[in-house]
């Protein structure tokens, strides 16, 4: 599955050098000016916030698929399921019986009998 992952791993791979290109040539920048260039600084953020998304974009599809080849979860295939597979009904008439079983229990301890 790498033939999938490497393509958008190499092609993220771009925008994330560019973007720390243009931070590193953005401090730059503002660490040589008294008086930075607002439209200079808003054209480099603006171009590294865009490059930036889109690098992140890509690494989480390759994160994705990776993560979807390589499920490494620890799976028993054997495993008795817990699940309560009765019906609603059926759920109705257990509770019903276990509330004549403690009403009678209360009886029993209240005298009643």
Same mark, same amino acid.
């Given at each position: 599955m790498?033939? $999938?992952?490497?393509p958008?791993q190499?092609?993220?791979?771009?925008?994330?050098?560019?973007?720390?290109?243009l931070?590193r040539? !953005?401090k #730059?920048l503002?660490g040589q000016?008294?008086?930075? %260039?607002?439209d200079?600084v808003t054209a480099?953020?603006v171009?590294?916030s865009?490059l930036e998304?889109?690098a992140r #974009? !890509?690494k989480?599809k390759? %994160?994705a698929i990776?993560?979807?080849? $390589? %499920? !490494?979860?620890a799976?028993?295939?054997?495993a008795?399921s %817990?699940?309560?597979t009765r019906?609603? #009904?059926a759920?109705?008439?257990?509770?019903e019986?276990?509330?004549?079983?403690?009403?009678?229990?209360?009886a029993?301890?209240?005298?009643?009998q």
């Open positions: 790498k033939v $999938y992952v490497e958008l190499t092609q993220g791979a771009k925008p994330a050098a560019r973007t720390a290109q931070f040539q !953005l #730059e503002l000016m008294e008086r930075p %260039d607002r200079r480099h953020q171009e590294a865009q998304a889109g #974009e !890509l989480s390759a %994160d990776e993560s979807a080849v $390589y %499920d !490494l979860k799976v028993n295939p054997t008795r %817990d699940e309560d019906t609603p #009904e759920l109705i008439a257990f509770i019986a276990k509330g004549r079983e403690v009403m009678q229990a209360l029993v301890l209240k005298g009643e």
